[in-house]
């Protein structure tokens, strides 16, 4: 197996994105988690090996202030940037045939990328559900205050460890709280019109598996694979590799 190999290309508003490649064969484009980057979600644990073992071309983006990427020094980014900068990316990479996957965060942008007009082959949806995509503000407010005062979490917390995540992977605070206040939801309308072959994929101790259920159910397309693991636990897993494979070679 070839080395993960790390490219740049440059956003229409000037922000230089990371993107990492390895293997051969129908290009496979992926999107990470929240305080993530290529490296720890698709690289890290083997998933991206496995997926290239199994003749995949896998491309996988760092999003803006992650990983090798830089960050747009402005006050706000626009709302759904992520989303942009996944199309600007998509047309940069020039396929005409690909599939497109996503954990988190990055199912979230990649369900927003198809409904904005992004057509892949296979959709793959992981560690996301239904109201992670259509109500986010519950869960976005929670990371704005965890990072907002992030001096003053009590060791242990939930919000301590989201912090500790964000800081050891040299996600920069203040573009942290950009990204996270240009989130935004997408209608349920426009979920259930995806008519993309889509693969929900969930760890049954995951915090949005009831809502993966829910979004399997509004999806006509989709089908549903659980793995072992919680939402941070799963990517370390061999399992969450080979359900990406099972549906992606289906």
């Not at 484009?29 to 003749?55: C, D, M, P, Y």
């Not at 964000?166 to 996270?180: F, S």
Request: a negative charge.
């Amino acid at each position: 197996m070839t080395a993960v190999q790390q490219h740049h290309f440059t956003t229409s508003n000037n922000v230089k994105l990371a993107w990492h490649e390895i293997g051969q064969g129908r290009p496979l484009l992926l999107l990470h988690g929240l305080f993530s980057n290529a490296q720890i979600n698709w690289v890290k644990f083997g998933t991206a090996a496995r997926l290239a073992e199994a003749g995949f071309r896998c491309q996988m983006l760092d999003f803006r202030a992650h990983g090798g990427s830089g960050g747009d020094p402005s006050a706000e980014w626009p709302a759904n940037v992520l989303a942009r900068d996944v199309a600007e990316w998509v047309q940069h990479l020039g396929h005409d045939e690909y599939d497109l996957g996503g954990f988190s965060l990055g199912a979230r942008t990649a369900v927003h990328a198809v409904i904005d007009g992004l057509a892949p082959r296979r959709l793959a949806i992981c560690g996301m559900g239904l109201r992670g995509i259509t109500d986010q503000t519950a869960g976005t407010d929670w990371f704005i205050d965890a990072v907002s005062n992030r001096a003053g979490h009590s060791l242990g917390s939930e919000e301590y460890f989201a912090v500790q995540f964000m800081k050891t992977n040299k996600v920069d605070p203040d573009a942290a709280l950009r990204l996270l206040r240009a989130q935004v939801d997408a209608d349920e309308q426009d979920i259930a019109a995806i008519d993309i072959p889509t693969g929900i994929i969930c760890a049954t101790d995951d915090r949005f598996y009831d809502d993966a259920r829910a979004l399997q159910e509004l999806m006509p397309t989709a089908s549903f694979t659980e793995i072992p693991g919680t939402h941070m636990s799963c990517v370390s897993k061999p399992e969450f590799g080979a359900a990406l494979v099972d549906f992606l070679t289906a």
